[in-house]
DNA sequence: GCGTAGAGTGGGAGCGCTCCCATACGGTGG
DNA sequence: CCACCGTATGGGAGCGCTCCCACTCTACGC
């Protein structure tokens, strides 16, 4: 029980540390973050005083003097539900957890719905309140990116807006999972392959439009726009656009759905009109989510390596901010097509 | 330098507020944090200065001062994959980002995974970094609840580790929800009615095999442990016990699965075994995730208010970091059985 | 011998806020 | 008229840390 120990109940400050190693507040300082320029026995004893008074550093102290905050924001747009829909959310939020094991960095998980809550988290990066920003789910015409940029604050986006995306991002290579989805059920000789699309404004939902448009004319067969109906992620919408298919192209004999949930519509509105999948229609959807696994037959799908997004995000951040690479990065992972009893 | 190094000659600080209103900083602070000791000009005056300089309080600057953090942690055990699955883990975050929306808290997540970060944790919170902790899935030997407690820390469980639970806690009720799917089936005239448990030192799956135990005696049916598997609550540990239940007792009418991905293990097995849902045996389960909903047939499951869990945890909370309610709460949310094809 | 460089170190000066004591001032009662 | 009180206000004293300047001591060169 030394003097120092019984300081007020709180827990033990660098000052105390330093006390009780017999240095100063700066070499302790120097110590705690790893500095060369520390004697080899000063080290030690400042390690012994650490250990022994089971000193951890305020966080808030360290913000305030050293103006960063050792945290990131891992903003979610609430309404976006199907980024909320499995497995996204979990698997980027453990990717991200990954990357962030063994940093001393927090992760901040921020959930904008409304407009106002838009206009708070302006203000909380404003105030900066977080080293950096990882942004899921943006839209072409989000303001944030563009405010995050303006601002100067690191900050990376799962997918992109555009081609030219101007922010660092991550993405997965949609057009390439779509076209060697398509080109799968061209091998397996289908000759009216259909697509379901996504929300067109989302450029990952074009880029797989484009990936299937590639491998309809790599397989030779004739294009047709009446195969192409485009709805918006959700079930309901993939039953209609399967109606509309069904009844543009009766001959239809494979669907590619731009996702799991709706390729789900479309096996309903198969089943009700007396198709057999895969006998008479294949189909395809995309994410690999529980959907995908569960569904009767087993939906094939191409699986995006979304936790790896996340981690790469987390790490591509995280060398932002500590400056190692200024330069935005453009990083596109693989998909895979899991191939199941639905094609 | 680095890009995150954007202040100093950025954002206005308290004392330039202040200026601006002619006041001084202390009655600046007393406006911003809404005391009622200011005259209504003065207030006026410094609410007019807050708007023109876009003034935000310095979060580190406020929690070194107030020693308060005005932020929350989630904690998530990473181990724990069910937690993960849809529909959990995303609701619960909705709800709790619900709850915290209109306050200045923020929500910090925290993957635990090994005993390594396990640790790491506990020292996050010995050095007082949040406000409060929220967990989530906890096991019945898990330290962090009492190593919580023994800190003073505010904090809520998501369910309970056992029936007197010490801490606070938001479960939903394990026990009617089982107990009302059973008399269901029972209502339908089935007999012979089997459950699929959960790991049951999970005190919910203990809760939910007494609530099937109870239903089995009010409808007057005979009790047979053989009836009653043990599984772990994987899409496998599913499928194993219905093998065994179909080898125990061929004569099994329905089957009630302590969650859903359980179920759909079970649904496998019954259907290989040339069993048809639910004409030969009618099945539920227990979550009303996605699973269900897409399973063939859909599949009858009891809801649990999990979004809501997630917001009244959250509440708890806030109150009991503001002092509001110094003892615990234990709080059980209503459950709900969705009837679909399968049973 | 002297100067000089550099490594190692101590500690002052804040970071921007909250807390709280001191002060100013107008009323009130005797 | 004075003592007294309550309300509104100003500003000092930290909170625990990082940054950085100044200082001490060597070791080395000439």
Do not use: C, K
């Not at 809550?117 to 990882?134: F, M």
């Not at 779509?178 to 392959?193: K, M, N, Q, T």
């Not at 484009?210 to 491998?215: E, H, I, K, M, V």
Request: charged share 25%; proline share 4%; aromatic share 4%.
């Amino acid at each position: 029980m030394t003097a120092a120990r019984v300081r007020s109940g709180g827990r033990p400050t660098l000052e105390e540390v330093a006390a009780r190693a017999g240095v100063g507040r700066g070499t302790a300082s120097r110590v705690i973050n790893g500095s060369p320029r520390v004697s080899a026995h000063t080290r030690e004893a400042v390690e012994a005083a650490v250990a022994e008074l089971g000193y951890v550093p305020n966080r808030a102290a360290r913000a305030l003097a050293g103006n960063r905050t050792d945290a990131i924001a891992l903003v979610v747009p609430e309404s976006e539900s199907r980024f909320f829909a499995e497995p996204y959310f979990s698997d980027i939020v453990r990717g991200v957890g990954a990357a962030l094991a063994d940093t001393e960095m927090q992760l901040l998980l921020t959930l904008v719905g409304s407009d106002r809550e838009r206009r708070r988290l302006a203000q909380y990066l404003t105030a900066h309140r977080v080293d950096g920003v990882l942004l899921v789910s943006v839209h072409a015409d989000d303001p944030l990116p563009d405010l995050l940029e303006q601002l100067g604050m690191p900050a990376v986006m799962n997918g992109r807006r555009s081609a030219d995306e101007s922010l660092s991002s991550v993405d997965s290579d949609n057009f390439e999972g779509a076209r060697s989805a398509v080109e799968h059920l061209a091998s397996r000789g289908r000759r009216s392959i259909a697509t379901i699309t996504g929300r067109l404004d989302v450029y990952a939902s074009q880029s797989r439009l484009d990936g299937y448009r590639q491998a309809v004319q790599d397989a030779g067969l004739e294009p047709d726009e009446r195969l192409i109906a485009p709805a918006d992620f959700s079930e309901e919408g993939g039953a209609r656009a399967m109606r509309d298919l069904l009844a543009r192209r009766p001959d239809v004999d494979a669907v590619f759905a731009a996702s799991d949930v709706m390729a789900a519509g479309a096996r309903q509105v198969l089943r009700e009109a007396g198709r057999r999948i895969p006998d008479d229609v294949a189909l395809i959807g995309f994410d690999d989510s529980a959907v995908a696994r569960h569904m009767d037959p087993a939906l094939t799908s191409v699986r995006q390596p979304i936790e790896e997004m996340g981690r790469t995000m987390t790490r591509v951040l995280l060398d932002m901010i500590s400056g190692e690479s200024a330069d935005r990065a453009q990083i596109v992972l693989p998909t895979e097509l899991v191939v199941r009893d639905s094609s």
